[in-house]
C-alpha cells in the first residue's frame, strides 16, 4: 500500500473509507482534465470537494474491497500519468516552435520553402541546421556555412 500511496505522490491527499465506499483524494492543478479518464471506469464516483484557483480536490469513489482499492488508484494514477504527459508535451510543442522560429530567423527564404515535415519527422534534404548565437565556427559565415564553402554548393 505504501508503494501505491508513495506512486502518486505530489498529488495523494487522503484515502479513507466512508458511507461504505473507499474515497480515495487527489489534489491535482485546475487546469488538469479528469472526466474523461473518469468516464472510462465504470466502477468508480466522483466528487469535487474542494476548489481554488490553483487546486482541485477530487475524490474518488468505489466499493471498499479489494477490486475497489485497485480501481480508484488505478483511476487516479491515469489521470496524472495523462496529464503529466500532456504537461510534457506542451513544453516540447514550445521547445519545437522556439527551434523552428530560430530556424527561420537565420535560414533564407528559399531554404525555408524546401523545408517539409513528414509523419512527424523533419525531412533534412534542406541541410538546415539549428544554431544558437556563437555556435558558429570562426571560419563560418552568418548562415553557418564555412567561409571557403560557396552557398551553391552547399544546396
Known sequence: MY???????????SLR????????????????????????????????????EKNILLSIF???????????????????????EQEQKQQLFKEKVSELEKLFNVNP????????????EQEDSTQIRITEPGDLESGDNKEGYPASEDKEEAD
Open 62 to 84: 468505489s466499493t471498499p474491497n479489494s477490486n475497489g482499492y485497485m480501481v480508484v488508484f488505478g483511476c487516479a494514477n491515469d489521470i496524472i500519468k495523462i496529464n503529466k
Open 109 to 120: 527564404l528559399d531554404k525555408l520553402k524546401e523545408l517539409k515535415f513528414t509523419n512527424g
Open 3 to 13: 508503494e501505491t500511496i508513495k506512486s502518486l505522490q505530489p498529488y495523494f491527499h
Open 17 to 52: 473509507e466512508v458511507q461504505n465506499k473507499v474515497s480515495l483524494d487527489i489534489k491535482i492543478p485546475t487546469n488538469w482534465e479528469f472526466e474523461k479518464t473518469l468516464s472510462m471506469y465504470k466502477m468508480i464516483q466522483y466528487k469535487i470537494q474542494d476548489k481554488n
